[in-house]
């Protein structure tokens, strides 16, 4: 299943490379009162349940961001849709990530209004049809089963970006099986990283 909108989005792989170097740099006090390395952010290729990895851009008059996620923790499920309600559950899954204000919430001096977006999944049955073929699917999840992700990114435009000095995570009341975000965020020219969790939604610029 995949939703996308014709326009290039920024590669956030060379941002959080870019964070990624900064991660040691930003100390327990920093990240909300965590004291352990387990609590910054991982890299990329990290798959966890649980655990979503979000990198934010901001610059000019646009933020850009990016969630990366296991499909566990958005649908319940990390293969093929075999049956109707896991079907309407990825259905549901794309609408709530289309919405920007599912993810996070900016404050309204910002007047940010949302742009460009992208939701992609392999969770999709490109191969219905016979049982047989369902089943030869399947087997073949099994093989790969925990590795199917969502990646989404949006684009939200503000009239005044100078303004965003703090995000509100609202992905947590959407997606319970979302235990912890490692953010990764640019803001001008700062950077860093932190961890927030359900009891603690809220990042500053600071």
């Not at 293969?79 to 993810?103: C, F, R």
């Not at 900016?106 to 369902?134: F, R």
Request: with cysteine.
């Amino acid at each position: 299943f995949q939703r996308e909108q014709a326009m290039h989005m920024p590669t956030f792989i060379l941002i959080a490379a870019s964070l990624f170097m900064t991660v040691a740099q930003v100390s327990a006090a920093e990240n909300h009162d965590h004291s352990h390395d387990e609590d910054l952010p991982r890299d990329l290729g990290s798959h966890v349940h649980g655990e979503v990895l979000l990198n934010l851009e901001l610059e000019a008059n646009h933020l850009d961001v990016e969630m990366i996620s296991p499909a566990m923790n958005i649908t319940g499920f990390e293969h093929n849709p075999s049956t109707e309600e896991e079907q309407q559950a990825i259905k549901k899954a794309v609408a709530l990530l289309g919405d920007t204000g599912n993810l996070l919430a900016l404050p309204d001096a910002a007047l940010c209004e949302p742009g460009p977006a992208t939701i992609e999944t392999s969770l999709m049955d490109e191969h219905a049809g016979s049982q047989e073929e369902t089943a030869a699917h399947h087997e073949h999840d099994a093989e790969h089963a925990g590795h199917a992700e969502f990646h989404v990114t949006h684009r939200m435009e503000c009239e005044n970006a100078a303004a965003i000095d703090s995000i509100t995570l609202e992905l947590f009341r959407h997606f319970p099986g979302v235990e912890k975000a490692r953010v990764q965020w640019i803001h001008g020219q700062r950077q860093g990283a932190a961890v927030l969790e359900p009891d603690n939604r809220l990042l500053r610029f600071d």
